[in-house]
């Protein structure tokens, strides 16, 4: 290998090395990680009336969240991050009454706009998807056998709240409502399916 070779090998993975950390420097700055923890009410819907829902369910959402800022101002991110959802679905039908407890991962996947700050407060909407994947159930009541935690939950996302910055350009606290509107099957009961819907009361910490 010649010594004018060697010299481009070296500039380039140099080069690559500078422009890997500037990158990883850029999205360092804007992404802020943080831990939630958000109380939910559940309710499930269905179309058919053979077998119906039985009343809503509370649950809880816990696990890591991240917003990516895409503006240098703040005022546009993406939310996001993995979360665990522990919740129940009550069904009941001409003959049988059921109670199933269920635990989905969910990712979600929304976009934030948020007001400029002022007094160390700025509140911002929300709109997206949030998607999960049901990783465990448990049959409290009813036959088992006639119940199915089926398909990957996907739902419509909106929501407002607010930012609280605790420490100057550091810890901020996160407060939100949200709704989320299930599209797709998750409870499949003697054959009929049900839709999940849940509101949510975010709290978080942004570090």
């Not at 991050?81 to 679905?89: D, E, P």
């Not at 199915?148 to 996302?157: D, F, M, R, S, Y």
Request: with cysteine; net charge neutral.
């Amino acid at each position: 290998m010649t010594k004018i070779n060697m010299k481009i090998i070296l500039t380039w993975v140099l080069c690559t090395a500078i422009s890997c950390g500037a990158i990883n420097f850029a999205i360092a700055q804007k992404l802020k990680l943080g831990v939630t923890v958000t109380p939910t009410a559940s309710i499930l819907s269905t179309s058919d009336e053979l077998v119906q829902s039985d009343g809503g369910s509370l649950g809880i959402v816990y696990g890591l969240m991240a917003d990516y800022q895409f503006s240098e101002n703040e005022r546009y991110a993406l939310f996001t991050g993995f979360t665990v959802h522990h919740t129940a679905g009550k069904f009941k039908s001409a003959l049988e009454q059921y109670k199933v407890a269920v635990t989905i991962l969910e990712i979600p996947a929304i976009f934030k706009l948020n007001t400029n700050q002022v007094n160390l407060k700025s509140y911002y909407g929300q709109f997206g998807f949030n998607f999960g994947v049901p990783i465990s159930h448990k049959t409290k009541e009813g036959p088992e056998d006639n119940v199915n935690v089926v398909g990957v939950l996907a739902a419509i996302n909106i929501g407002a709240g607010m930012h609280y910055e605790l420490v100057e350009n550091g810890v901020m606290l996160n407060l939100g409502l949200y709704f989320d509107n299930g599209f797709t099957s998750i409870y499949k009961i003697e054959g009929q399916q049900f839709r999940l819907k849940h509101i949510g009361l975010r709290a978080g910490v942004y570090f």
